[in-house]
């Protein structure tokens, strides 16, 4: 079973941007892997997506502002988050797997303040 570690969260003002990273050890597919938020006390949520067949979808609040890619010689993935605001505020997470077989990283911290 794949490990996942995410790095790269941390406080922005609104407009700001970061990069999240989540290097996978293990077995790393690139099918079938994301990025997902949640604040505390709601569900988990998708935040970009690349599903079996290869497409990308990206939650309607952040299409535009968000960028999802991966690199398969350094078996990680990315999320560049730009012109960020304040709810989007959350911790993230990178997960691999079809759903009911995902494995979760322990998520990175994102707080955007006003």
């Known amino acids: 079973q794949a490990q996942l570690v995410e790095s790269g969260g941390g406080s922005v003002q609104a407009g700001g941007s970061l990069r999240l990273s989540c290097t996978v050890r293990?077995?790393?597919?690139?099918?079938?892997v994301g990025w997902f938020r949640q604040v505390q006390g709601t569900d988990r949520k998708e935040v970009a997506y690349?599903?079996?067949?290869?497409?990308?979808t990206y939650a309607e609040a952040v299409k535009g502002r968000f960028s999802f890619s991966f690199d398969n010689t350094k078996k990680a993935l990315y999320l560049q988050m730009d012109n960020l605001k304040p709810e989007d505020t959350a911790m993230y997470y990178c997960?691999?797997?079809?759903?009911?077989?995902?494995?979760w990283g322990q998520g990175t911290q994102v707080t955007v303040s006003k």
């Open positions: 293990g077995r790393f597919s690139r099918y079938c």
């Open positions: 997960a691999t797997g079809c759903p009911g077989t995902r494995t």
């Open positions: 690349r599903d079996e067949e290869g497409t990308i």
